[in-house]
């Protein structure tokens, strides 16, 4: 086989190529960054909302949990379901009665 000589590239080609080659390689550069659904700036706007969701997952876990403790009393310990009945829903026991001394406002003017 006959092999051919190398030419080297004129200076102008080589300015070319260079040109070309850093074009391709913004392009690319641009295409990681900026890409649809797999680029850099959505996937940090993706980790972002997952760290945002994984803190209401957590806060509403406590929040299960502190509600589970509260059934669980309400069950449980009468004296503390004798005092929620009195104050949220103004119960009272047998033969008990309420008075009242507070003040009205237009009572004093």
Same mark, same amino acid.
């Given at each position: 086989?006959?092999? !051919?000589?190398? $030419?080297?590239?004129?200076?102008? %080609?080589?300015?070319?190529?260079? =040109?070309?080659?850093?074009i391709l390689a913004c392009?690319?550069?641009?295409?990681?960054? /900026? *890409?649809?659904?797999? &680029?850099?700036?959505?996937? =940090?706007?993706?980790?972002?909302?997952? +760290? *945002?969701?994984? %803190? $209401?997952? *957590?806060?509403?876990? %406590?929040?299960?949990?502190?509600?589970? +403790?509260?059934?669980? !009393?309400?069950?449980?310990?009468?004296?503390?379901?004798?005092?929620? @009945?009195?104050? =949220?829903? &103004?119960?009272?026991?047998?033969?008990?009665?309420? /008075?009242?001394?507070?003040?009205?406002? @237009?009572?004093?003017?």
């Amino acid at each position: 086989m006959k092999s !051919r000589p190398k $030419k080297s590239l004129s200076p102008l %080609q080589r300015s070319r190529l260079l =040109k070309i080659c850093l074009i391709l390689a913004c392009a690319a550069l641009l295409w990681i960054v /900026f *890409a649809p659904d797999m &680029g850099l700036l959505s996937m =940090k706007r993706e980790h972002d909302r997952l +760290q *945002a969701l994984q %803190q $209401k997952k *957590a806060q509403l876990e %406590q929040e299960n949990a502190a509600l589970r +403790q509260e059934i669980e !009393r309400i069950q449980n310990d009468i004296d503390y379901f004798e005092q929620l @009945a009195r104050e =949220k829903h &103004g119960l009272l026991k047998k033969n008990e009665m309420i /008075f009242d001394f507070s003040t009205d406002e @237009a009572e004093q003017e």
